[in-house]
């Protein structure tokens, strides 16, 4: 890992026309390389970033790097049951593989240490994802949606990501250690 300083700080609504493009441009790079192409526009599509950064409990960050914005998160916390979810995570194109993620990420641990559980998901051909939540992170994974076991956050039609709706679910179970007092 780089010793650069990771820190974190919350998206203004004047934020999210930027914060939705680093992402779309982040996300594209995995789905383009898997499929050649998007033909049905940026992944995910405005309305269901609209909806993630709009959803209640949402919280939306900025990933800062040395106080340049290199990434972001969308998170929706919990504050009486402490079962938080990871909904979005992304570094801009050009900032991976040089350990900011998993700054981020503990920044992020830190910043909700009161947290029990932690959930995220990665569509099943994201191979890179799988390896930062599973072997980075200690992510496990929990469930395989697809054809057979269908996702039932996911109404029918409303997931927009390349792959047919396959993707995996991850659960962190946060020890008594990573856990504030």
């Not at 970033?49 to 960050?61: C, Q």
């Not at 039932?152 to 396959?166: I, R």
Request: charged letters at 25%; one cysteine or more.
């Amino acid at each position: 890992m780089t010793n650069d300083l990771i820190t974190l700080a919350e998206a203004r609504p004047d934020d999210y026309a930027s914060f939705k493009k680093a992402l779309q441009d982040a996300f594209a790079v995995a789905a383009v390389a898997e499929f050649g192409s998007l033909p049905d526009g940026p992944i995910p599509s405005d309305d269901v970033l609209d909806g993630a950064l709009g959803a209640p409990d949402a919280v939306i960050l900025h990933i800062l790097c040395d106080g340049r914005t290199v990434g972001g998160a969308v998170l929706k916390i919990d504050a009486e049951t402490h079962h938080n979810s990871l909904d979005l995570f992304f570094l801009k194109v050009g900032e991976e593989g040089r350990g900011l993620g998993l700054k981020a990420w503990l920044a992020i641990e830190q910043r909700y240490s009161e947290t029990i559980t932690w959930q995220t998901h990665t569509p099943y051909f994201e191979k890179r994802n799988i390896h930062f939540y599973v072997n980075k992170c200690g992510f496990k994974i929990i469930e395989f949606f697809n054809d057979y076991h269908s996702d039932p956050n996911q109404p029918e039609g409303s997931d927009d990501l390349p792959g047919g709706g396959e993707a995996f679910q991850f659960e962190k179970v946060m020890t008594r250690s990573e856990r504030a007092p």
